[in-house]
């Protein structure tokens, strides 16, 4: 059987690379194939027409994270990760799948967990020891059966079954140490107050020295005497944040009855300091997880085959009583020398320090997180899965039917206990804020979600000779309720508290499979899904697919070829839709709201009242639908000297209706135009996946590189086309930036002696301007710069190019492996951390990269005209130079080390005397370097330009099993 | 479960065509709920009053006077400099939201009045009639055949606010549906409708909302809504603007006439009358309930117009809207100034109810402009003019605890209907002509003059061109920072004055008393006559297809 070799050779390092070998190995000498979803069937991994990348769980217990999302960067082809906020509780990485697709910006992926849709609230939690496979299902053929849940990809995951055979018990063991990615520090008080200085003459017109410290101020601030705090210092703490999984895994059974078990514990803290202090304060984001898992099958009276799997989780998180988001917003701004922590050493009432605070710094950020008190939640998330199948084989043989039902749920409770505090500012009370005592809240429950999912399905799967035939029809249907606190589409208006959201679906769909001989493929799929978002009549929409394959390596001229153990071609066409857009749903029927209203009465000096106007949200269009993903891909996959692998796709998408708002309404008719499906993005790429793996003697090498480029133009999006015509939207790339193109900055000689510009030069629109500020090109030479100077400025910020380098070796026990990822052809507008690169403005503090800023006082030996980065320095707003231009674009560009792990595995005949099936320790880092222009010239971590930093760690880990 | 599932399987193709998908989140207001509810009917004829606009919040979150000649705005950078400069156009006019938002207004008026026409009946639908003798029926009736005239007045004020700035534009008398483009109508065609819906609405209006007249009781907690007055003040506002030199091109005399004929409606409802202080007018709630207040825009307690004006040097003020030295050198003296006494003594009073200058007491510090003072103009965003801004601002509020205020803003009060009538009577008949009428263009003017606390001296001549000064001269002075002073230019087509120099003051070291230099701390652009009139916004001009056209210059 030549071919079911090549199936084992395909599943060696195409997607297992990184397994430790002896766990291939062992695979491979089970006869496993190359996993594979089912998707209403179980897909056969050699005559499949589809494009799927797939991650096995194995994988994602090398990084140590309360989030699988942050597990599996840089693994496979055709999705992009990008790694967001490490705080224990909210670290969930963003996924694309081939790209953008669209400019709705309401459009997502969806995820399934064994063959039911879910929320990311419960797949995100879910454990590695829990996941057999990841499935990132990616092309027209893929998605042939998801309908209007289809368009932006599938996420599909798969837990662990239970296996024939004696029971297996498996433990794993990781303990973490992490700390943030980068902090970047701003400037002490004495750095503050000198370019506070330049800043404060500056604004007082640039040509005399005007300080606003004097030089004692400074001196003291040297020496100590002034209020200089490291906020960062203040409230983060010094030791590494822990992160601490233990889970036990059990396996087996009997050809009739198989089980996995898993139970798991995970415990993360974050980076905030919570020592208690002498007042009793404390509180830090901590995560703390228990999963429970069991899936349990069981086959009798030979036609029957059921399937029941449970798996929940309870999640306990607490937090300060301060958003931690704005919390990292302050101490990326606040100044070092605004006040010292707390206003005096002198005692409240209750024995209490007081607290620091202004009108202007109000929120003192040791205060917010050690004097408001906590907030705790707990999450409580369970999927209940059964699914009964009977073999239908005394009617005709192949032929099937199947009956699920799935439950899931997620709810929190929470609770908060806060107070407040008076904000002191040297003995004197500042903002209405009071001292108060603790209070306790409760919310017992109003988040929550639910689905309700019923299938039922028909297939038949049957050989004749050379000819095989495999299909199924399903119909199924879900409902879901959200409570409105979760509404995560922003629908406007008209809230009230425990008001449900319901949402319906409904899908028929079907996949036919024929192939001859192993050799030529031929498969058509189709859904017809409706939704509730649409008005009767247009809620349904068919989505057909076609796809093929040919398996040249086992035509009869190359059967016998060593060199070419395995070549493939594929291609397919399908559509799909999605049936959410950032608009919010029932687009199709006028909605009202009481946005704005006239103040009245107030007579007596009584408060004034307020009549709300109700008026409709906009005009509705009846005819409003889903949008339509058409899919192109072709694709190869190949193996050569059982040793290279290559997989190539190629894909275009086509996606039209995109749901825009309709800008050709006229003002006058004085409604918000209606939302039609008029918009269009079209996407191209390339995914290029290449291995190597061989066994030199003791030596097991294996190496890879998968790389995805992409690319999309919008083709309309419903606007008026804007004023300039290089900076229309239309004919790019979706999020292309657009904006001024700098031109260096004004010098002296561009001004006459009253202080204005020189006549002749282009006057900017934005204000005033002097030397240092930013000179933008006049492109619409009109002698004023204003929005018809606009221009592609640079590539967005979602990269084009998205690559990783893998590695593995291994030499007896020991193992070594890596993960490098990196992205390409993506910018960065520095503006979107304006708190780090916009000094003093609203008060805010200034880092070390001011001195890349343009400023020139010769009389106290400041000139920094040439080579300047950055325009002068203001104390205010500049409108001017803080218009979006070509000045702010940095390039995006990144390479992380995600992953480096030494593992040893102790040799099989020492274990075997203690009856241990295996014993593996290792020690691991994430994200251990980053190499970027961002990061190495402004400590910015380029996946995220501010708020509570990503996570590198240092981890060990130990498996075991009997 | 087989069951269960089998059977519904097999149907499943009919179900598709069931109701499963007919959710409903019911956070939204559905139209059913709309029309089963008196409340939300009553909340659609409110909507009309979504877009009145406070001048408080006017431009940049703040009053509008730093785009004439009566003030500076200190933040650099905000959008008031593009008028300045004169670099605004059809793009960046930071006032191109009103044309949305005015024609919102419109649509809501027209909806609501299409939507009432049958109020009546509407009314009636599930109404029990019986059991309280159909009082509370008979009320709702008044109330929505109220609304149904405030919402044709607001119509007209829309209507006026759009062709102040645009001059003719498109009329929309009915609510759309479907995309539609209208031609610009004539400026004389927007002010007949004006006039049309207001003479059209006077009957069902109330005249009051304060107090009870006939049988119909008060109800101040609706003041602030259009009444008689308020809609005839509207009309001497549109029909004095319509008579100006820059919509009145011939100079057409009738148009005058009818100007001071609706002022002298509002004068001869006998209603209002003159505060007696002018400078408590315009502090905290005072307005509500003065008998010059004919309508105005009542703000609940708040301090952003402290924090954006109050000096850099009184912790947590921004400087913000200064007062020009053009303005200041405005005010009159009272009699013969001494050149012995300090340069701000002995001013008209309305000068220390607007301003605060070089000396004097504000939120108990004394200003200091002089080089070393703690308002030096070299410190930074101190006031380049010298000048701070004390008119519509609450005193003493102690920022840094966040003290708030309320504030008033007069719509329309009866001091500007006085110099409507004055300027249109002078034009019409001269400063003495009566023309039947109980009052003269100069009486009317001497009677804004000769309020309690104000006593300036009367005006005497009795020449037509002198007197037209003099009215100018008093709208500038009494109603500064009202939100007057550019539109009044433009229609008067002084552009000139507003592409002059705008002035502040030095102190002059070492002279006794204090002597004051002026010297010019902003440079305007006003291009004539293009910028008499708004461009269109560039958007709505391109998708028109050119059935907008644009206005010249544009």
């Known amino acids: 059987m030549q071919t079911f070799r090549n199936i084992k050779n395909l599943g060696l390092c195409l997607g297992l690379m990184l397994v430790p070998a002896l766990e291939t190995m062992s695979q491979e000498k089970a006869g496993k194939a190359k996993a594979s979803p089912e998707i209403m069937f179980r897909e056969d991994a050699l005559l499949t027409t589809s494009a799927i990348t797939e991650i096995s769980g194995q994988k994602l217990a090398k990084t140590p994270t309360t989030n699988i999302m942050n597990t599996f960067y840089g693994y496979g082809t055709g999705y992009y990760l990008q790694e967001g906020s490490g705080a224990p509780d909210d670290n969930a990485a963003w996924l694309k799948i081939r790209g953008l697709g669209t400019f709705n910006s309401a459009d997502g992926y969806t995820v399934f967990v064994d063959g039911f849709q879910t929320d990311m609230s419960y797949a995100q939690r879910l454990l590695p020891a829990e996941i057999e496979n990841i499935y990132i299902l990616k092309d027209g053929a893929a998605l042939s059966t998801f309908g209007m849940k289809g368009s932006n990809g599938v996420l599909w995951i798969e837990t662990k079954k239970g296996h024939s055979g004696k029971p297996e018990v ?264 009071r001292d108060a005592s603790y209070t306790i809240s409760d919310d017992y429950g109003t988040n929550m979600w639910k689905w309700i999912q019923l299938r039922a399905q028909l297939g038949y799967d049957r050989k004749f000779g050379s000819h095989s035939v495999t299909g199924a029809l399903k119909y199924e249907q879900y409902s879901r309720m959200v409570d409105a606190d979760m509404n995560q589409y922003g629908f406007p208006g008209y809230l009230e508290d425990n008001l449900q959201m319901n949402y319906a679906y409904q899908n028929i769909a079907g996949r036919f499979r024929y192939s001859y001989d192993s050799r030529y493929v031929a498969e058509f799929g189709f859904a017809y899904s409706g939704s509730d978002n649409y008005m009767k009549g247009n809620r349904f929409s068919f989505y057909p697919s076609v796809s093929a394959a040919w398996i040249v390596s086992n035509e009869n001229f190359l059967e016998d070829t060593e060199s070419i153990n395995l070549l493939k071609i594929r291609a397919s066409w399908g559509q799909s839709g999605y049936d959410y857009s950032s608009y919010g749903r029932y687009l199709y029927d006028v909605t009202w709201t009481t946005d704005g209203g006239y103040p009245v009465g107030g007579l007596d000096n009584s408060e004034p009242g307020w009549i709300n106007a109700l008026t409709p949200s906009y005009l509705a269009n009846p005819e409003i639908t889903s949008e339509r993903n058409t899919r192109y891909n072709v694709g190869v996959d190949a193996r050569f000297f059982n040793a290279f692998d290559v997989n190539i796709d190629a894909f275009l998408e086509d996606r039209t209706g995109i749901v825009v708002r309709d800008q050709t309404y006229s003002s006058v008719v004085g409604l918000d135009a209606p939302f039609v499906n008029a918009g269009k993005v079209v996407t191209k790429g390339l995914e290029l996946s290449l291995g190597y793996d061989r066994k030199i003697g003791p030596v097991e090498l294996c190496f890879g590189f998968r790389g995805t480029y992409i690319t999309d133009r919008v083709d309309f999006n419903g606007e008026i086309p804007a004023a300039s015509a290089a900076a229309d939207p239309v004919g790019h790339r979706i999020w292309t930036y657009f904006g001024y193109e700098a031109d260096g900055f004004y010098t002296e000689d561009d001004f006459g002696p009253d202080g204005n510009l020189k006549t002749g030069l282009p006057v900017p629109s934005f204000g005033h301007v002097q030397p240092g500020d930013v000179r933008y090109k006049d492109l619409y030479p009109d002698g004023i710069i204003n929005e018809r100077d606009k221009t592609k400025i640079g590539n967005r910020n979602f990269p084009a190019l998205y690559y990783s380098v893998l590695g593995f070796v291994s030499y007896k026990g020991f193992d070594f492996s890596f993960v490098l990822q990196g992205t390409g052809g993506s910018d960065v507008n520095l503006l979107d951390a304006r708190s780090k690169f916009v000094p003093f403005e609203n008060y805010s503090t200034v880092y070390g990269y001011a001195d890349k800023s343009w400023a020139y006082y010769p009389e106290q030996g400041i000139d920094r005209r040439a080579g300047a980065e950055f325009p002068r320095l203001s104390t205010v707003t500049n409108s001017n130079n803080s218009q979006a231009s070509s000045l702010w674009i940095r390039n995006g560009a990144y390479l992380k080390l995600r992953n480096v792990e030494l593992g040893y595995t102790f040799p099989k005949r020492w274990l075997e005397k203690i009856r241990m099936r295996n014993l593996r320790i290792y020690v691991n880092a994430v994200n251990l370097f980053t190499v970027s222009e961002l990061y190495c010239k402004y400590d910015v971590d380029p996946e995220r330009l501010t708020g509570y930093p990503a996570v590198k760690s240092v981890n060990i880990g130990l498996t075991f099993g009997f | 479960m087989k069951k269960n599932i089998i059977p519904f399987f097999l149907i499943c193709p009919f179900v598709l065509s069931c109701d499963y998908l007919d959710t409903k989140y019911d956070m939204d207001i559905t139209t059913e709920m709309v029309e089963s509810d008196y409340t939300k009917v009553a909340q659609i004829g409110q909507s009309v009053y979504a877009y009145v606009k406070s001048g408080l919040w006017e431009l940049d979150g703040n009053l509008s006077a730093a785009r004439s000649d009566e003030a500076v705005q200190t933040t650099p950078g905000l959008t008031v400099s593009l008028y300045n400069n004169g670099s605004w156009d059809d793009l960046t006019n930071p006032e191109n939201y009103l044309y949305d938002e005015f024609y919102k207004g419109i649509r809501n008026a027209n909806y609501f009045l299409e939507y009432s026409a049958d109020y009546k009946e509407l009314l009636l639908v599930n109404r029990d009639t019986i059991s309280d003798g159909g009082k509370e029926y008979r009320r709702d009736i008044d109330n929505i055949r109220w609304m149904r005239a405030e919402s044709r007045v607001a119509r007209a004020y829309y209507y006026f606010e759009l062709q102040k700035r645009y001059g003719g534009v498109p009329l929309v008398t009915e609510s759309l549906t479907d995309n539609k483009f209208f031609p610009k109508s004539s400026y004389e065609r927007i002010t007949d409708y004006i006039v049309s819906e207001i003479d059209g609405s006077i009957d069902s209006l109330r005249l009051t909302w304060q107090n009870s007249y006939g049988t119909v009781e008060g109800d101040k907690t609706r003041d602030g809504r259009f009444t008689v007055g308020a809609a005839l003040a509207l009309k001497s506002r549109a029909l004095l603007y319509a008579a100006s030199p820059l919509n009145n091109p011939e100079g057409d005399r009738e148009k005058w006439k009818d100007a001071a004929n609706a002022a002298y409606e509002v004068i001869s409802m006998n209603q209002y009358s003159l505060d007696d202080s002018y400078s408590d007018l315009f502090v905290g709630a005072a307005a509500l309930g003065s008998p010059e207040i004919i309508m105005a825009y009542r703000h609940s307690p708040e301090n952003t117009l402290e924090k954006n004006n109050y000096p850099i040097g009184t912790p947590g003020g921004n400087s913000g809207i200064t007062p020009s030295e053009n303005l200041v050198s405005a005010y009159e003296y009272v009699g013969e100034h001494d050149s012995g006494s300090s340069r701000y003594e002995n001013l008209d009073p309305r000068f220390y109810a607007t301003i605060v200058y070089n000396g004097c007491e504000w939120n108990g510090r004394i200003i200091d402009i002089s080089k070393n003072g703690q308002d030096s103009y070299l410190n930074n965003q101190s006031s380049k003019t010298g000048y701070y801004l004390k008119k519509f601002m609450a005193p003493n509020l102690y920022l840094q605890q966040d003290e708030m205020e309320r504030h008033i803003w007069p719509i329309f009060r009866y001091a500007e209907v006085l110099l409507n009538y004055a300027e249109a009577m002078n034009e019409a008949f001269g400063p003495d002509g009566l023309n039947g009428k109980s009052l003269s263009a100069k009486d009317a003017l001497n009677m804004v003059r000769s309020r309690p606390g104000v006593n300036m001296p009367l005006v005497t001549t009795s020449d037509k061109d002198e007197f037209r000064k003099a009215v100018r001269h008093e709208r500038q002075i009494e109603l500064a920072f009202e939100g007057h002073r550019y539109w009044d230019l433009v229609r008067w087509k002084e552009g000139d004055v507003l592409s002059e120099d705008i002035l502040g003051v030095r102190v002059s070291d070492d002279v006794s008393p204090v002597g004051y230099e002026k010297i010019v701390v902003e440079k305007r652009v006003f291009t004539v006559p293009k910028m008499y009139r708004y461009p269109f916004p560039y958007y709505e001009v391109q998708r028109s297809n050119g059935i907008l056209e644009q206005n010249p210059g544009w």
């Open chain 1, 170 to 433: 498996d433990f794993n063991f990781r303990q973490g140490f992490q700390r943030p990615l980068v902090i970047s520090r701003p400037l002490n008080s004495a750095g503050y107050a000198m370019y506070y200085n330049e800043a404060y003459s500056n604004d007082a017109g640039g040509k005399a020295w005007t300080p606003y410290y004097s030089d004692e101020q400074i001196a003291a601030y040297k020496n100590g005497e002034g209020p200089d705090v490291d906020w960062y210092k203040e409230v983060l703490k010094e030791d590494p944040a822990l992160f601490t999984s233990a889970d036990i895994s059990f396996s087996g059974g009997t050809s009739n009855m198989k089980y996995f078990a898993v139970l798991g514990y995970m415990n993360n803290s974050g980076f905030i300091d919570n020592k208690r202090d002498k007042d009793r304060h404390f509180s830090n984001t901590t995560y703390q997880q228990y999963t429970l898992r069991t899936n349990f099958e069981v086959s009798f009276l030979k036609i029957f085959e059921a399937y029941i799997g449970v798996g929940g989780y309870i999640a306990d998180r607490s937090a300060p009583n301060y958003d931690i988001a704005t919390l990292f917003g302050n101490l990326e701004s606040y100044p070092a020398n605004i006040y010292n922590p707390y206003d005096s050493d002198l005692i409240n009432p209750d024995g209490s320090r007081r607290w620091s605070g202004t009108a202007v710094h109000p929120d003192n950020p040791l205060a917010s997180v050690k004097g408001l008190g906590t907030r705790s939640s707990r999450d409580r998330s369970v999927q209940a899965n059964f699914r009964l199948k009977e073999k239908l084989d005394f009617i005709t043989e192949g032929l099937y039917l199947e009956e699920a039902v799935s439950f899931s749920n997620w709810i929190r409770g929470s609770k908060t206990v806060s107070r407040n505090y008076t904000r002191w500012y040297d003995g004197v009370e500042q903002t209405s804020d």
